[in-house]
Each structure stands twice: as structure tokens, then as C-alpha cells.
């Protein structure tokens, strides 16, 4: 399943932004999506998850500072970002899974669609 991402940047520390990812995937299924990143030298991190209930779970290092959302009119996934530190800076992924019966994981290799990743750059 495509999925296409937008809204990275390069921002000053303590500076927002919010990333979108979009899928032309319609389905009546339930579905996990999320936010992976992966910086320079470092392994892929799991950052937020939206369950197929709307409920949500973020990674304690962005806790309180960052946000996950979705529009299922418009088949869009957000991620609000506020509050931002250096050490958020990396390429972001969206991802998703449909057909889910059960709870979302946050292990990359449970989800089979990623996007093209965006880049978040945060200056100190």
C-alpha cells in the first residue's frame, strides 16, 4: 500500500512541525499506522502508534511533545511535533498495517508498508 508522507523541514529547537501520510488505500478493516525514525548511524526507533480505536502510544523520549492523529475521511495520518530537540532530528517513516484483528506492535517489522520518509532536521 502506497504511502506518501509530507511536512518535514528543518527547524530551530523548541520549533513545530507536522508531518502527514497518505494512503489511497480505502478499507473497512481495522488498521494499525505510526511513525517510525531513524537517524544517522543509529537503528530505526519506534515514535507513535494509533490503534484501530483511535487510542495512542508514543515512545517516552517524545511523550507530551508530540501527537498522533488520523483522518479517516481523508486517509491521512498526522504527527504533530512541538517542543522539538536536536536529538529529533532524522528521517521519519510512516507505516501501516490493515487487516488487523488484534493490538498494534511497535516492532518495524510487523508493518509491511512504509513510506518514502521525510526529513526532520532540528537546530540547536
Known amino acids: 500500500v502506497p504511502l506518501v508522507e509530507s511536512g518535514g523541514g528543518s527547524v530551530e529547537a523548541g520549533g513545530s512541525l507536522r508531518l502527514s501520510c497518505t494512503t489511497s488505500?480505502?478499507?473497512?478493516?481495522?488498521?494499525?499506522m505510526g511513525w517510525f525514525r531513524q537517524a544517522p548511524g543509529k537503528e530505526r526507533e519506534w515514535v507513535a502508534i494509533?490503534?484501530?480505536?483511535?487510542?495512542?502510544d508514543y515512545t517516552p523520549t517524545v511523550e507530551g511533545r508530540f501527537a498522533i492523529s488520523k483522518d479517516i475521511a481523508k486517509n491521512t495520518l498526522y504527527l504533530q511535533m512541538n517542543s522539538l530537540k536536536p536529538e529529533d532530528t532524522a528521517m521519519y517513516y510512516c507505516?501501516?498495517?490493515?487487516?488487523?484483528?488484534?493490538?498494534?506492535?511497535?516492532?518495524?517489522?510487523?508493518?509491511?508498508?512504509w513510506g518514502q520518509g521525510t526529513q526532520v532536521t532540528v537546530s540547536s
Open positions: 488505500e480505502y478499507t473497512r478493516s481495522y488498521y494499525c
Open positions: 494509533i490503534e484501530p480505536d483511535g487510542t495512542s
Open positions: 507505516v501501516a498495517r490493515f487487516g488487523v484483528t488484534g493490538g498494534c506492535s511497535n516492532h518495524p517489522l510487523w508493518y509491511p508498508s
